[in-house]
């Protein structure tokens, strides 16, 4: 069945430390996205890509980096810059307007 | 700029209630419509959409029209269950990438036995 993969479920990062959170998808779908989402609160749009090779910041990007090498592959950095980087991230891919498909999240915890 | 409104929760509800979640919007151009439901430590499931005027989508026995003269794509069911327990987004795309993807605030219903 075709879907979006992210790992890990839960991740644990030290005050300091980078941490890539992982997004694969094998819909074939062009665009990718990644939310970040707060306890109670809607959904905040970090980076988007539409195309191999490119991609542009959203809403909160800063402390956050993206790269999209394969069309599949969307992978997250929370870079050490982010100061408050506990939340459920959510990774997500669309084709044109057909709406989103999202992964089923991974929740980063600073210890 | 586009926008979505819902309204505000927790919605409590006994179970074989009645269920209504307003949402209405704001976009510049023609938007297709959406209902996401996320159930606890998951992703959001696409519930139902509608992509024009008047077209009402449905899934699992929740519905929702797509009204163009009052802006609005308001979610219903006739009898809630325990395991409609979540949170609902109510959604908007305009053009063809989410760009242009706009996410209501949610709504958490709580359906009690």
Known sequence: DGGITQSPKYLFRKEGQNVTLSCEQNLNHDAMYWYRQDPGQGLRLIYYSQIVNDFQKGDIAEGYSVSREKKESFPLTVTSAQKNPTAFYLCASSMQDYGYTFGSGTRLTVV | ?113
């Open chain 2, 1 to 113: 700029g586009d926008s979505v409104t819902q309204m505000e929760g927790p919605v409590t509800l006994s179970e074989e209630a009645f269920l209504t979640i307003n949402c209405t919007y704001t976009a510049t151009g023609y938007p297709s419509l959406f209902w996401y439901v996320q159930y606890p430590g998951e992703g959001l499931q696409l519930l139902l959409k509608a992509t024009k005027a008047d077209d009402k989508g449905s899934n699992k026995g929740f519905e929702a029209t797509y009204r163009k003269e009052t802006t609005s794509f308001h979610l219903e069911k006739g009898s809630v269950q325990v395991s409609d327990s979540a949170v609902y987004f109510c959604a908007l795309s305009v053009g063809n990438y989410g760009q242009n993807f706009v996410f209501g605030p949610g709504t958490r219903l709580s359906v009690l036995p």
